[in-house]
């Protein structure tokens, strides 16, 4: 596979997640809670995880030795789900997204904790750009800060480092294990956790059921569970943790895209503007890689 593949993935996998937060207003729109639509995306994304399986591979699933790795994807995947689900609570739409996104540096500073490095020139001028695109994208400007409760910044920085530390664990292959069995395990123990912490109830008492929250529930797990995971697992240990956490900037020109074209909410010019400079941070990395990959094989 051409290694351009690989970042393409990532940049898919966070478009996909870009459009999760729109499925969950409409869903609210509805008459379902917030909690009830994200433990419909892991219940629901668990059972399409279980089906592909069974179609697939045919066979009863197997850690391996990768159990702790695993243990941890799913973790990490199901306490961001809970943790961001509280910042909606104490925080503005807009500013959630902004704490969010903190994990674009947080996984690089991981990264390169993990690797005993210093960042890289393109990193550090990337993740700067990316920074002021997301202020300006995500339209934080206008937003009155004061009042805000305590525990909005703090689950809103949860969310980012736990995103950052799920990046940085699909970074890990495990020897003998498919992506199909993995992506099975993975969202078994996400949905767990969001059964126990979310809306369990939705389970038994048929409201997963209905027509409308099984619709919500099967785009957000196809676009929140499989689509993601999938593409992270594969794609992740080729292009690194670090760029990885600057090619996922990704997800919020989406998330903004779709709710102006689904939602009919406003854009302004400065949201515009934001949107293309996260474009640019993104692909300084990028450009740097094949830079480097040209004088390698000049020098060759």
């Known amino acids: 596979m051409k290694s351009w593949i690989y970042p393409l993935m990532v940049v898919f996998a966070a478009s996909s997640y870009g459009t999760l937060s729109t499925m969950v207003k409409l869903a609210i729109g509805d008459g379902y809670t917030a909690s009830e639509a994200v433990a419909s995306q892991y219940i629901v994304g668990f059972l399409l995880a279980l089906i592909i399986y069974l179609v697939t591979q045919r066979k ?81 400007l206008d937003v009155d800060l004061t009042g805000i409760d305590w525990r909005g910044w703090m689950y809103g920085f949860a969310a980012a480092v736990s995103f950052s530390l799920n990046m940085n664990v699909n970074t890990k292959q495990v020897e003998g294990m498919n992506t199909t069995t993995r992506l099975l395990f993975v969202s078994f123990i996400a949905a767990v956790m969001i059964a126990i912490f979310q809306s369990p109830e939705i389970m038994w008492n048929g409201k997963l059921f209905t027509e409308s929250l099984l619709f919500y529930g099967l785009a957000l797990g196809l676009l929140g569970i499989i689509v993601p995971i999938y593409l992270f697992v594969i794609a992740v240990p080729k292009v690194g943790g670090a760029v990885s956490s600057i090619l996922s900037a990704m997800e ?33 990395p990028a450009l740097a890689g094949i830079r480097r990959n040209k004088k390698r094989q000049t020098a060759s």
């Not at 690797?115 to 920074?131: A, K």
């Not at 903004?256 to 640019?280: F, K, N, T, Y």
């Open 60 to 140: 009863l699933p197997r850690l391996y030795g990768g159990g702790k790795i695993i243990i941890l994807a799913g973790i990490f995947t199901g306490l961001t789900g809970i943790v961001y689900g509280q910042a909606l609570i104490y925080l503005p739409a807009s500013l959630a997204v902004v704490m969010l996104f903190q994990f674009t540096w947080i996984g690089t500073l991981i990264d390169c904790i993990i690797r005993r490095r210093l960042p890289t020139r393109p990193e550090v001028i990337s993740l700067i750009i990316l920074f002021i695109g997301t202020i300006l994208a995500a339209g934080v």
């Open 252 to 284: 919020l020109p989406v998330a903004v895209i779709v709710s102006v074209l689904v939602l009919s909410e406003a854009l302004s010019w400065l949201q515009v503007l934001g949107i293309i400079v996260i474009l640019v941070g993104m692909c300084i």
